[in-house]
């Protein structure tokens, strides 16, 4: 089964930039899309931003818009995440998703791979 690993997450102050990665390992990978999502403790799990795989139309959640840029690099199987002016409520978990259907993107239920996450941390 293909799995999905993030990397990049650490200590950061805000303002801060820092640029998340996900890889898709073990076999062949064409998913319709793949999106990042956050929690953060007490929080339940939320959209940050998608991307159709071909396409390449993105969507963002309101609060990262301007700030965030999601992009990918198809021939290896990679999805990104960058993080501008980070702000300490961006602090969660980052969790990158494959979804293998067409759906809507921002909803947790279109997606059925999953990886385990990665700790951002902003604070001063």
């Known amino acids: 089964q293909v799995r999905l690993e993030e990397s990049g997450g650490k200590s950061v102050l805000p303002g801060d930039s820092l640029k998340l990665a996900c890889e898709a390992r073990?076999?062949?990978?064409?998913?319709?899309?793949m999106g990042w999502f956050r929690q953060a403790p007490g929080r339940d799990r939320e959209f940050v931003a998608a991307?159709?795989?071909?396409?390449?139309?993105?969507a963002y959640e309101d609060s990262v818009k301007g700030r965030f840029t999601i992009s990918k690099d198809n021939g290896r199987s990679k999805l990104f995440l960058q993080m501008n002016n980070l702000k300490p409520d961006d602090t969660a978990v980052y969790y990158c998703?494959?979804?293998?259907?067409?759906?809507?993107?921002?909803?947790?239920?279109?997606?059925?791979?999953w990886g385990q996450g990665t700790q951002v941390t902003v604070s001063s």
């Open positions: 073990g076999g062949s990978f064409s998913p319709t899309g």
């Open positions: 998703a494959a979804a293998n259907r067409p759906g809507i993107f921002q909803h947790e239920r279109t997606y059925d791979n």
């Open positions: 991307i159709l795989w071909r396409m390449g139309t993105t």
